[in-house]
Each structure stands twice: as C-alpha cells, then as structure tokens.
C-alpha cells in the first residue's frame, strides 16, 4: 500500500459481503488503512422506510404496511424481506438468504427452509400467489425482490 498526492493505492484484498453490516465494513477498512492516515467517519442516524408501491418496509423499526396495514411478519420473514428490499433487482442465492437469516443455524435442507420461508411470505405480502408482483423466483438460483424503490425518512 502506498499513499502518493491524495491517492491510495491498497494492495490486499477485502471481500466484502451486501449483507455485513457497516460496522464490520467500517473495521475491515480501519484495519487496512495505515494509521498516519487521518479517516473520519460521521454516523448518520435516521429511519428509512423503503416504499414498493403499497408496501412499506421500515428498516429500523423492522415493520411492514401494505395499504396502511400493519403486516405481521415472523424474524425470518422480516429478514428474507429486507435483505431482498434492500437489493432490488439483485438475484440473492439461497445461500445468500439463508446467511444473512439463519447465521450460524445448521440446517440439513436449506432449499426447502428457504422455499418456506419465500412461501409463507408471499402469502402475507402477495396479491395473487400464481402471478407474485414482489418476490420473483429465479429458478436454479434464487429470489429477487420486483419493483421500483423510494427512500423516505420517518418522520415520527
């Protein structure tokens, strides 16, 4: 690693995941960065609400409205939903979904826990199961969540 005129050139390689969290980005970067160089970190908290046409999901206060309507969600629920709202458009592997859910769990069947897991929230979020308009299956791989994304602050 070499610094020259505002420029760092880093010579190891950091493999991160979309799902770590930012204080574990934050540490990997901390420990990469030689300490005579000065990095500032500002932490902004707020309350984001990602909005898909009726469906809110509120990331802080882990909560989604569809229609103005409270939608009662298990932990698993919850966290499949976000992480897949969280990457619209992105196809996550079962895999992907079964990390950032289930952690260290050791589950024989991932598949078919993570097949549940899509299925009891589609029958929670989706209007007509046979056509989802949220939660697309893509076959051999995965999930992707469908739709346009808005970012709103909670205001409350």
Same mark, same amino acid.
């Given at each position: @690693? &070499?610094?020259?005129?505002?420029?760092?050139?880093?010579?190891?390689? @950091?493999?991160?995941?979309?799902?770590?969290?930012? +204080?574990?980005? /934050?540490?990997?970067?901390?420990?990469?960065?030689?300490?005579?160089?000065?990095?500032? !970190?500002?932490?902004? %908290?707020?309350?984001?609400?990602?909005?898909?046409?009726?469906?809110?999901?509120? /990331?802080?206060?882990?909560?989604? &409205? #569809?229609?103005? =309507?409270?939608?009662? /969600?298990?932990? !698993?629920?919850?966290?499949?939903?976000?992480?897949?709202?969280?990457?619209?458009?992105?196809?996550?592997?079962?895999?992907?979904?079964?990390?950032? %859910?289930?952690?260290? /769990?050791?589950?024989?069947?991932?598949?078919? *826990?993570? &097949?549940?897991?899509? !299925? *009891?929230?589609? =029958? =929670?979020?989706?209007?007509?199961?046979? !056509?989802?308009?949220?939660? #697309?299956?893509?076959? +051999?791989?995965?999930?992707?969540?469908?739709?346009?994304?808005?970012?709103?602050?909670?205001?409350?």
């Amino acid at each position: @690693m &070499y610094y020259n005129e505002g420029v760092i050139s880093i010579s190891k390689i @950091m493999i991160l995941s979309f799902t770590d969290a930012e +204080g574990c980005v /934050l540490n990997r970067l901390k420990s990469i960065i030689p300490d005579d160089i000065d990095v500032e !970190h500002i932490e902004f %908290v707020s309350e984001s609400i990602l909005t898909f046409g009726d469906l809110k999901v509120s /990331l802080e206060k882990q909560e989604v &409205y #569809q229609n103005g =309507k409270l939608i009662p /969600l298990s932990k !698993h629920e919850f966290l499949t939903l976000r992480l897949l709202t969280e990457h619209p458009g992105w196809v996550c592997t079962r895999d992907q979904i079964y990390e950032a %859910v289930c952690g260290e /769990l050791n589950i024989e069947n991932i598949d078919n *826990s993570i &097949y549940c897991i899509i !299925h *009891s929230l589609r =029958k =929670k979020i989706e209007k007509n199961l046979r !056509h989802p308009q949220y939660i #697309q299956t893509v076959r +051999g791989i995965g999930y992707k969540f469908l739709g346009n994304c808005s970012i709103e602050e909670d205001t409350e």
